[in-house]
């Protein structure tokens, strides 16, 4: 991996990956690089917080392992859990060999028989620094975001039957959040910050354009005016970018060229997800230039 | 405190005083960040303005509201002109973000006169003395009576705080069988799980919003209810708190942070200057477009406190209301008014509203305050 000496070297990178970034998101990933700390990326759903992890990792030519956050995530999830089954079976087959407890002990509780989660595996990587994203992290909660706090100063795991696994390459980090709840300070203060919003006209229009290179001028105009002005609108369910990309690609694919009333009838359901929006947005349609 | 880059004689002392003029403001900046400041600038960063700007806002905010006031920050403190700027030291030249830290001691609202003739020559004992205060209206205590009731309410409302955890736990019951635990037990057994291990479930904190309604009328109810509300904190694992009369305020930050008093002084200074009328439709409202989204998940349980007399729009409140209602276990209404005797909710308002409300209360006494416990354990 060739070092990175600019954030405009990132930029062109992440261009040269359909990944349409500002000036100020190439920045602060150069920081997250060469100041190695955590990256909390914060935002509206559906703006491209993840992506950033996916598309770094391809930049980095490295892994990227991911965690998913839920309500609830623990340890065993998160972290590493006992195959049990194979370990029943181990303990089975060595009941009539001459080991004595402690040995069939430490075979049982080995290597062999560890399931890996994301966490653990972060740190396990052989040849280089991977990329752990960590999304969605508002939906988990705060004991496990205090865990997480700890683990991400030492980089390192305590399991009690084996010892301690220290990393040999500190992983890349970057948490995503959608903001459904305060995250604790001492979390944010941890990390990096960076918030990204809904993009405007034409940055939103150079994204569709790039994750669909056939898209008619007009067809695209059209559709990115239509939801910038939704998202003015005092929606349930603001869409996100990839909600325009979904709508653009159906109206493509169902054949429309323009977005007709009838264009807007068919395909509404792939840009609001909600029957108020629906049928707010239809009552109040112009087609459009 | 310098104010400006035009003061400073190198670029480390440039950084540094900008970090602390930007902690003045209330930005959460400690020695590592500017740490982590001067090794940006040391990158080269510092060459491109942009780029260091950039650089120091991911370092330094750790919100999208921080963001916004760290570029007027920025542009005040490497831009502007000495000649225009006067010598102001220690003066926030911005409207701060964090409220700062102040202990303010407890003022008792409104209690009336204090009339000492109700307390001497008194021959209660202590014990009936508390049982009579716990069923006594909130409106109508003494300032003495109130300053007991407090230090009563304060040591019933702990004993409850504890009930509620000691009941969720013994609620639990087993957990799933903890089969690593069983497994290494059962290595001397030769394999066979003679004792089976449990693991501990853990407990599911419930989610808890709580509207508190400080308009004039219900004055002297808030100071109980607000201390009531704090005294819940430990129980719920996300507690908001609002209160409102003509305008919405989120008080959460300041309940977490043990500032009930400042809290309150706080907002009855500002209650003084909101014309009389409550709007409890409007400020519904505020809530569900403003805050609903971040703040209405996992289904929590909706706590009104309020005596439903309101000069704003009864279809407008109906309306609100059930949007709440959508994502909300419960809403549980408390109306101080309805400890009178024949009580019937005439106000338009109140009336649209119950056909919304889960459960309908009295918050008008100590007692029934305490009652409330039934509910909140199922919250």
């Known amino acids: ?56 990792s391809q930049l980095l030519n490295t892994r990227l392992i991911r965690l ?29 060999t001459p080991l004595s407890v402690e040995e069939k002990e430490h075979h049982i509780f080995s290597h062999e028989y560890l399931l890996t989660r994301p966490l653990l595996q972060s740190i396990m990587e052989k040849e280089r620094a991977p990329v752990l994203l960590i999304d969605e992290l508002d939906r988990s909660d705060e004991e496990f975001e205090a865990f997480l706090l700890e683990l991400l100063s030492v980089f390192q795991i305590t399991i009690p039957e084996l010892g301690t696994v220290k990393a040999k390459y500190k992983p890349y980090v970057i948490l995503t959040s959608n903001r459904t709840r305060e995250l604790s300070d001492a979390l944010k203060r941890r990390c990096l910050y960076h918030w990204i919003d809904y993009p405007d006209f034409e940055k939103e229009k150079t994204i569709v354009r790039k994750k669909l290179p056939g898209i008619e001028q007009q067809l695209l105009e059209q559709v990115v005016g239509h939801v910038q002005a939704f998202r003015e609108k005092k929606l349930a369910k603001i869409p996100g970018v990839s909600e325009t990309i979904d709508w653009a690609e159906s109206l493509m694919t169902l054949g429309f060229r323009e977005v007709s009333s009838k264009a807007f009838e068919q395909t509404l359901g792939s840009v609001l997800k909600s029957m108020e929006d629906i049928s707010q947005a239809k009552a109040e349609f112009v087609p459009g230039p | ?65 921080e963001r916004k006031v760290f570029d007027q920050l920025f542009l ?173 305020i989120r008080i959460s930050k300041g309940l977490q942070q043990r500032r009930v008093d400042w809290v309150l002084n706080h907002i009855t200074e500002r209650a003084d200057n909101w014309s009389s009328g409550t709007r409890i439709g409007e400020c519904f409202r505020e809530f569900n477009v403003v805050y609903g989204k971040r703040i209405m998940n996992g289904a929590p349980t909706v706590l009104v406190m309020s005596d439903g007399l309101d000069t704003g729009d009864p279809p407008l409140l109906l309306a609100e209301m059930k949007q709440l209602k959508k994502r ?4 549980v209404w408390l109306n101080p008014l309805k400890g009178m005797k024949g009580y019937v909710p005439e106000a338009k308002g109140m009336k649209a509203a119950l056909g919304v409300i889960d459960d309908f209360r009295s918050a008008h006494t100590l007692d029934s305050l305490l009652e409330l416990e039934n509910i909140l354990a199922d919250a």
């Open chain 2, 76 to 248: 005040l403190f490497w831009d502007s002109n000495p000649l225009d700027q006067q010598d102001q030291k220690n003066r926030t030249l911005l409207q701060g973000l964090v409220q700062k830290n102040t202990n303010a001691s407890l003022v008792l609202l409104g209690h009336g006169s204090t009339d000492p003739r109700t307390t001497e020559g008194k021959s209660f004992s202590g014990a009936s003395r508390t049982e009579r205060l716990k069923k006594t209206d909130l409106a109508m205590l003494t300032q003495i009576e109130a300053e007991l009731l407090e230090k009563i309410s304060e040591k019933l409302f702990r004993q409850m705080a504890v009930r509620l955890h000691r009941r969720r736990k013994m609620d639990q019951g087993n957990g799933p069988v903890n089969l690593r635990r069983t497994i290494r037990g059962s290595i001397a057994f030769g394999g066979e799980p003679m004792e089976l291990f449990h693991r501990t479930r853990s407990p599911r904190k419930r989610r808890l919003v709580v509207f508190l309604d400080v308009s004039g009328s219900m004055d002297k109810y808030s100071v109980f209810l607000l201390r009531f509300i704090y005294a819940l904190r430990k129980h719920f694992r996300q507690m908001e708190a609002f209160v409102f009369s003509t305008s919405l």
């Open chain 2, 328 to 331: 909300a276990k419960q809403i």
């Open chain 2, 1 to 65: 405190m310098k104010h400006q880059a035009f003061g400073t004689k190198s670029i480390t002392e440039s950084v540094v005083a900008f970090m602390q003029f930007a902690r003045g403001h209330g930005l959460n900046i400690g020695i590592g960040e500017t740490q982590e400041a001067l090794f940006c600038a040391s990158q080269d960063l510092i060459q491109n303005r942009k780029a260091f700007t950039y650089a120091l806002k991911a370092i330094c905010c750790t919100s999208p509201e």
């Open chain 1, 1 to 56: 991996m060739e070092a990175i000496n600019s954030a405009r070297e990132i930029m062109g990178s992440l261009d040269e990956q359909h990944y349409v970034a500002d000036e100020e998101l190439a920045t602060v990933l150069f920081l997250l690089l060469r100041m190695h700390k955590p990256l909390l990326l914060e935002g509206p759903p559906g703006v491209g917080k993840t992506e950033v992890a996916l598309v770094l």
């Open chain 1, 68 to 96: 998913q956050c839920y309500e609830g995530l623990d340890v065993s999830a998160a972290v590493y859990e006992w195959n049990y089954q194979k370990q029943l079976l181990g303990i089975k087959l060595q009941e009539h």
